[in-house]
């Protein structure tokens, strides 16, 4: 190795070693923050009880406390009244250091804004660790309901995978998505949707979770002197594993399910590396009825699921045709 190259590898395990150091540093300080708010809340929660105080000692406090720390933020009356309810909902100190001073205090607030109950709020906050998500994706993945949707998909991977493998699959994969980045029309083709999703991969890679890395669009597969073209072709870092998603924009039928079992097998022998696990599919559709596809599933010996997808809601055409045309708005805009 020459002198430049040595001074390379220096420099780059230097940067890493920063960039390790700031991010512990950043956790090590959010932890202390939310402790810090956890007794402060508790502390409210105390006196209050003890010497019947109202809700106006809060802003006191607020008033008080900006005195004595002018440069500090997250002290005013709003953010007392949630370190408060921290507090009470949340009596185990030892349960928010574990789970709830690992995540931010803004995800933190947002989930007693946002869930009444406290084992829904730390599915959310182990979700935000497995995936990173920032607090508006965390808002979008509640207000999807992801709890109702992850571990329901009907599939057949206890059948054809290892029991970790397959809870591990089904942690990922929801029953439903929602693409509301796409507007819903009926006219829709396909191929119109398939390019949609493609062009808006990273909304697409967002509502399937973290660890997909996007392959190809129509990827190429040659099988006995004949081309086959996968829709959407995935690979999944965690899982390790190449994962292929079939889009159909109409109801479920069984033959989808067959297509796709093709479709695995030729992947594995064609694309699969010896340090992959076996290729899944996702066979995304319109809508389906979970009682064909558990009987189309079933004698299947490649590991498949299958999820139906909603997209955003188009305007009403009496609507739309009420507001101005693209050109109107320009001359508006141009006028100003």
């Known amino acids: 190795m020459n002198q430049d190259q040595n001074y390379t590898t220096l420099l780059e395990n230097i940067k890493k070693y920063i960039t390790e150091a700031r991010v512990q540093a950043t956790k090590t300080i959010n932890q202390q923050m939310i402790a810090v708010y956890w007794l402060i809340g508790k502390d409210i929660l105390i006196r209050q009880a003890k010497a019947g105080w109202g809700a106006k000692i809060i802003d006191n406090l607020a008033q008080d406390l900006k005195m004595a720390f002018p440069k500090m933020k997250g002290i005013s009356a709003r953010n007392l009244k949630y370190m408060r309810k921290f507090a009470h909902e949340y009596p185990d100190f030892e349960i928010v250091?574990?789970?709830?001073?690992?995540?931010?205090?803004?995800?933190?607030?947002?989930?007693?804004?946002?869930?009444?109950?406290?084992?829904?709020?730390?599915?959310?906050?182990?979700?935000?660790?497995?995936?990173?998500?920032?607090?508006?994706?965390?808002?979008?993945?509640?207000?999807?309901?992801?709890?109702?949707?992850?571990?329901?998909?009907?599939?057949?991977?206890?059948?054809?995978?290892?029991?970790?493998?397959?809870?591990?699959?089904?942690?990922?994969?929801?029953?439903?998505?929602?693409?509301?980045?796409?507007?819903?029309?009926?006219?829709?083709?396909?191929?119109?949707?398939?390019?949609?999703?493609?062009?808006?991969?990273?909304?697409?890679?967002?509502?399937?979770?973290?660890?997909?890395?996007?392959?190809?669009?129509?990827?190429?597969?040659?099988?006995?002197?004949?081309?086959?073209?996968?829709?959407?072709?995935?690979?999944?870092?965690?899982?390790?594993?190449?994962?292929?998603?079939?889009?159909?924009?109409?109801?479920?039928?069984?033959?989808?399910?067959?297509?796709?079992?093709?479709?695995?097998?030729?992947?594995?022998?064609?694309?699969?590396?010896?340090?992959?696990?076996?290729?899944?599919?996702?066979?995304?559709?319109?809508?389906?009825?979970?009682?064909i596809v558990e009987y189309a599933l079933r004698t299947l010996n490649r590991p498949m699921g299958v999820a139906s997808y909603q997209l955003g809601q188009q305007l009403p055409e009496e609507i739309k045709k009420d507001l101005p045309s693209k050109e109107e708005l320009k001359k508006v805009l141009n006028q100003k």
């Open 97 to 291: 250091q574990a789970k709830l001073a690992q995540i931010s205090w803004y995800h933190n607030i947002t989930l007693l804004d946002k869930c009444k109950d406290a084992k829904l709020r730390f599915w959310y906050a182990e979700k935000v660790l497995e995936n990173g998500w920032t607090r508006n994706v965390m808002v979008h993945q509640i207000e999807a309901k992801l709890h109702e949707k992850v571990g329901t998909l009907p599939n057949n991977f206890k059948k054809n995978l290892p029991h970790s493998e397959s809870e591990a699959i089904l942690g990922l994969l929801k029953d439903d998505y929602i693409f509301d980045f796409i507007a819903e029309d009926e006219k829709k083709l396909e191929r119109e949707l398939e390019t949609e999703l493609v062009q808006n991969m990273t909304d697409f890679l967002l509502a399937l979770g973290k660890g997909f890395a996007y392959v190809g669009k129509q990827y190429h597969l040659e099988v006995g002197g004949q081309d086959f073209y996968l829709d959407l072709l995935f690979y999944h870092f965690r899982l390790r594993r190449f994962v292929v998603v079939e889009l159909k924009i109409d109801d479920f039928k069984p033959e989808y399910a067959g297509k796709l079992n093709f479709y695995l097998s030729a992947v594995d022998d064609l694309l699969r590396q010896s340090e992959d696990h076996e290729t899944i599919g996702l066979l995304l559709c319109k809508s389906k009825n979970d009682v």
